[in-house]
């Protein structure tokens, strides 16, 4: 299975990557993940809604139609960590591949919350893009250690 990320934003700086590698190196190898960094589209000359509508078809040029995909927004449905390995051992079943989507600064278009097969809230804070990766890669290992009675997950 490929877990594909795909955010606006700047790519990690050096201590960042090592954070998500350190996850990504304990997950099986039949397990990929794979990150897709674009660039956010701010510029004065836009409003916010020609960003996010400049950002929206960046993100929807990346996106595969077989693909299950995760808008990840605020106004999603919030679940906790055993429900969320619940859905990636469904998704693992039925897909090939999950999309996760991490819009810019201004959140993510209604199209893409319209093209996807669920909107989740991973929390009612406010995360930095660059914090969120890594929280999103530790909740994917945290899902392959519940599914495996890994002792990770207390």
């Known amino acids: 299975m490929i877990i594909r990320i795909i955010s606006i934003g700047n790519k990690l700086n050096l201590s960042e990557s ?3 590698e350190y996850f990504i190196k304990q997950l099986p190898k039949n397990l990929q ?15 916010h809604q020609e960003v996010i509508k400049k950002e929206s078809k960046l993100i929807l040029s990346r996106i595969l139609k077989k693909d299950f995909v ?6 999603g449905d919030q679940i906790n960590s055993s429900q969320f390995s619940k859905l990636i051992l469904r998704c693992q079943k039925n897909y090939k591949t999950i999309c996760f989507i991490i819009g810019g600064s201004f959140g993510l278009s209604q199209e893409i919350k319209d093209n996807s097969n669920m909107i989740l809230s ?3 804070l406010t995360f930095p893009h660059r914090l969120f990766r890594l929280i999103l890669v530790e909740q994917i290992y945290r899902a392959h250690t519940i599914m495996n009675n890994m002792p990770y997950h207390k």
């Open 18 to 20: 090592k954070s998500i």
């Open 33 to 47: 993940v794979e990150f897709i960094n674009l660039k956010g589209q701010q510029n004065p000359k836009y409003t």
């Open 70 to 75: 995760i808008a990840c927004d605020s106004t």
């Open 122 to 124: 991973v929390s009612l």
